[in-house]
């Protein structure tokens, strides 16, 4: 397996953040080894800075259930992103419809 | 309790949210994210026999674990028992076979609507190679 790129891209990350990362888990501490630049992820996949995939388990830790990049997904933050501002009164509309949702029984 | 956020409704995140949740709206969906699910679990718990590894599973629902341990993980004092050094190696080893698993003994594992039977098989494949040279 080729991680020539993720290999210099940490060794310059190292440099910038203290331990390399934003958040402590991804310096892969507790299972040793070199941790892996991320380039995007597809469905069930991921995909590294050296184009190597893999199937991916972590999800985002889990709210990624609907796998990465779903177009759905995508679509609506578009969408969202074009015609609503951060202070729009109509985000209530929003709110009140997840939390719907929420109201609902899930397994 | 007081509860706030400065991004609390944020519209970006409602919009994603609603989509998501439209998506996994429906019987069906749970039953073939738990289907995907206790194939995983059995296929690794099998895969694990045959190499003669002892491992233990927990999994609720799309969300498991594999600990490396004799006895089966019930509170903190099983749960710390784990061998982290082999989940360690196990982690390398499914990476190099093209898993990505949450990097600790101690994270979860999680499932989405894209892990179909392809994907969940794949899986149980790279465990297996994995397992094997442990």
């Not at chain 1, 990362?21 to 402590?24: E, H, L, M, T």
């Given at each position: 397996m080729n991680i020539t790129q993720s290999i210099s891209l940490f060794q310059e990350a190292q440099a910038l953040f203290p331990g390399g990362?934003?958040?402590?888990v991804r310096a892969f501490r507790a299972v040793g080894g070199q941790p892996l630049f991320i380039q995007r992820g597809e469905g069930a996949y991921l995909f590294d800075v050296d184009g190597n995939r893999y199937i991916d388990y972590v999800l985002s830790w889990g709210p990624l259930i609907t796998g990465h990049a779903h177009p759905n997904v995508v679509a609506a933050i578009q969408q969202a992103a074009l015609?609503?501002?951060?202070?729009?009164?109509?985000r209530w509309d929003r709110c009140i419809r997840r939390g719907r949702f929420r109201a609902i029984r899930w397994r | 309790m007081y509860q706030a956020g400065t991004?609390?409704?944020?519209p970006l995140a409602m919009s994603a949210g609603i989509a998501a949740l439209e998506l996994i709206r429906g019987e069906e969906v749970w039953e073939k994210l738990e289907q995907a699910a206790g194939r995983l679990e059995a296929g690794i718990g099998e895969a694990a026999k045959r190499a003669g590894i002892p491992i233990q599973q927990t999994r609720v629902g799309t969300m498991f674990t594999t600990f490396f341990s004799e006895t089966q993980p019930r509170d903190w004092e099983s749960v710390k028992a784990a061998d982290k050094a082999r989940f360690g190696r196990f982690f390398q080893k499914m990476l190099e076979n093209g898993v990505y698993l949450a990097?600790?003994?101690f994270e979860a594992g999680f499932l989405s609507i894209m892990h179909d039977e392809a994907v969940i098989d794949a899986t149980i494949a790279a465990a297996e190679r994995a397992f094997a040279e442990l």
């Open positions: 990362v934003n958040s402590p015609r609503k501002s951060c202070n729009s009164s109509r | 991004l609390s409704g944020n990097p600790s003994q």
